[in-house]
């Protein structure tokens, strides 16, 4: 018999001793936020509803391929504000969304806390708008691979479980590609495809395969006209091949369905319908959504009913497509949720966020800041960009200790309780509780920086604070569009900034890019004011040459202080900001001028060494402009201004031709890519 105390040692080598817990910390939770893939998005999209439609703002964040095309595409000092458009626009066109963030923050005026609802969905365009074969191409950059394998992204479940989407205009031009197709004569609107016409009999199989269906056609309309047996079955033979006709009725007409048939054996079928049995029509249709569609053999009784069975079929056919064209809609409907309920959309430096979600959502891009300032409000009429929000407070400067307004460190900064999960660690900040489906609780982290639901997550916690610092009433908001119409927040809607890089600010009430009039003195103090026409592009440079050995050239030639500063814009280009413009002006004359000698003085010019290859080519602001514009994306600057053909005259190159802006109907199909990125081909 086992002794009591025996019982005890043993209990006590087996099971550990409770370890302590500490209070503070049992509010800490790292339960996972509402993931929504194809599987559960239908749900997950009704469940939001009424989630958005309550909210006092939604915050949006993305999870992209990558954001440069080639490195001169990144982000510049030197870039004026239209030039960071197109490379914005540029960026949005040929990388791909693989993950959107949102998360509607409602605030609770008995609790005194906002409650937010995170929602992490996975994105990729399948296939799946009816008549288009087309392939979506997009561009993918290692390092934004890595950086998002480091996260533990889960790439499988976006490629096989991404929902899909189709944008607006895709939607339109499939439309409209349905109707045309439906007034082309040669459609045949029975069969839902182009007629077969004078399909020849090019195989011996195909020709007996042909007289048997024919055979067997004729006896099942034989017993219909001779026996009034509008039930009439194919006799049986031994090896049962009756099951592969199945009679059945069809808009009330006598018919029979082909199972079992190819594709190949079906057109053979609908050549024999046509051209032996004029009272009997080839039917391709859907029955049923769920079902593939199905192929039927229908009688009817004179030319008329032919004409009525055919508008019928017609407009089931088109009916069943646009379905389908809607259906393709996908992510979409979450777009044009936001876009309906005219929530405030917060998001962190979103500028780029916003060309993608128009680019993929909506429609092609504009071709300038001011159109798409114009366009977007059309449909997102309230923007708050939270670092403008945070460059504008120097408490928030001053909390921060000048470190970067990246989104985790801003997080961290002012929401120092939130980021840690520890409940009281921050007296005095506004607290927020995360509901996700039947689970709620205050503090709440999930530790998955970089991914597209928290990060939406992180941004509304900066914004809620941020509002709080500005004194926003919270209970005092009755408007049903929420915070969009609060007083304190109106001088900050609307003003995104345009990149990473630049203190420009663009306002898309007015489609202005200004510099940020509302940043910190400390902040502005940063921001340079430059002047364009003072500035050459170089091109085409030997790998040997440093910025320097650059400067020590042009200051031999032009004097010591005639050069502002050298800026790198790849390993073979650069700009060249000179102290005068009347300086910019006489250097582009000056390699002019050599590029046509060959003679002693272009050997023993200062500015030999700017020579050295024969491919140096030197334009003013205006042509590195046009270069922008272009939709190539060439590794190197030199490769790209060649593809553009921009010409020379000596060394000074100008534009062979005017300006060309690339106008396609939806370019969002098909993105050009370049050998040397990698790039992800599915059909779409």
Request: glycine letters at 4%; a neutral charge.
């Amino acid at each position: 018999m086992w002794k009591p105390w025996m019982v005890r040692a043993l209990y006590n080598t087996l099971v550990p001793p409770p370890r302590p817990q500490n209070r503070v910390r049992s509010f800490f939770s790292t339960f996972a936020l509402k993931n929504v893939t194809k599987s559960n998005f239908d749900s997950a999209l009704e469940d939001l509803r009424p989630l958005i439609r309550d909210a006092d703002f939604v915050a949006i964040d993305l999870e992209m391929t990558g954001v440069a095309s080639a490195p001169w595409r990144e982000s510049f000092e030197f870039d004026s504000s239209d030039i960071q458009y197109l490379k914005v626009k540029d960026s949005a066109e040929k990388f791909a969304v693989i993950q959107l963030g949102v998360c509607p923050f409602r605030w609770d005026s008995l609790q005194k806390f906002f409650i937010a609802h995170p929602h992490n969905f996975y994105i990729f365009p399948h296939q799946e708008k009816p008549g288009n074969d087309q392939s979506y191409e997009f561009l993918c950059q290692t390092t934004s691979l890595d950086f998002l394998s480091k996260y533990q992204f889960d790439f499988n479940k976006c490629l096989s479980e991404g929902v899909s989407y189709s944008s607006r205009l895709q939607e339109t031009i499939a439309l409209k590609h349905l109707s045309s197709m439906c007034m082309d004569e040669s459609f045949d609107s029975l069969s839902g495809s182009r007629k077969v016409g004078d399909m020849q009999f090019s195989r011996m199989e195909d020709v007996l395969f042909a007289e048997r269906m024919k055979i067997k056609i004729r006896e099942w309309r034989d017993g219909l006209l001779h026996g009034s047996n509008s039930n009439y079955i194919f006799p049986r033979t031994s090896n049962n091949s009756d099951k592969r006709y199945e009679t059945t009725f069809f808009k009330n007409r006598p018919a029979f369905v082909l199972n079992g048939f190819t594709s190949h054996q079906k057109k053979l079928i609908q050549l024999v319908t046509e051209n032996h049995f004029k009272d009997l029509a080839f039917v391709r249709v859907h029955i049923d959504e769920t079902l593939c569609p199905r192929h039927l053999v229908v009688y009817t009784d004179s030319k008329e009913d032919m004409g009525l069975l055919m508008k019928e079929v017609k407009d089931c056919i088109l009916k069943e497509a646009k379905r389908k064209v809607k259906s393709a809609a996908g992510f979409r409907n979450v777009i044009d949720l936001l876009s309906s309920e005219k929530k405030l959309i917060v998001g962190h430096n979103c500028f780029l966020d916003f060309a993608h979600i128009y680019g993929k959502f909506i429609g092609q891009l504009p071709c300038s800041a001011e159109e798409y300032a114009t366009s977007l409000r059309n449909y997102f009429p309230y923007i708050m960009d939270t670092k403008v929000l945070l460059n504008a407070n120097d408490s928030f400067q001053s909390s921060m200790k000048k470190s970067s307004t990246s989104l985790s460190k801003a997080f961290a900064s002012v929401c120092p309780g939130i980021a840690s999960g520890v409940k009281g660690y921050s007296l005095g900040c506004v607290e927020v509780e995360v509901q996700v489906d039947e689970k709620r609780l205050l503090n709440w982290n999930s530790g998955t920086k970089h991914e597209a639901g928290y990060d939406a997550f992180m941004t509304g916690c900066i914004f809620a604070q941020a509002c709080s610092r500005l004194g926003v009433e919270f209970n005092m908001n009755s408007s049903p569009l929420g915070l969009a119409d609060e007083k304190k927040l109106q001088k900050y809607v609307n003003l995104l900034y345009l990149s990473w890089v630049s203190g420009d600010v663009i306002d898309l009430r007015t489609g202005t890019c200004n510099a940020d009039r509302l940043a910190s003195a400390s902040l502005k103090t940063q921001y340079r004011q430059i002047d364009f026409q003072k500035i050459v592009v170089l091109w085409g440079l030997q790998n040997t040459l440093k910025p320097s050995d650059i400067r020590e050239c042009i200051s031999r030639a032009f004097g010591q202080n005639s050069v502002s500063s050298i800026y790198s814009i790849d390993k073979t280009a650069v700009f060249v900001q000179f102290s005068q413009t009347e300086a910019a002006l006489e250097f582009l004359d000056l390699m002019e001028m050599l590029g046509k000698n060959n003679g002693p003085l272009s050997v023993l010019h200062p500015l030999s060494r700017l020579l050295e290859g024969g491919c140096s080519r030197a334009a003013d602001y205006e042509v590195y402009r046009q270069v922008c514009i272009s939709p190539l994306s060439k590794i190197l600057f030199a490769d790209q201004a060649e593809a553009v053909k921009i010409k020379s005259d000596g060394l000074k190159a100008t534009l062979e031709h005017k300006p060309f802006v690339t106008e396609v109907e939806d370019n969002a199909f098909r993105a050009p890519s370049d050998d040397k990125h990698t790039t992800f081909a599915q059909s779409f």
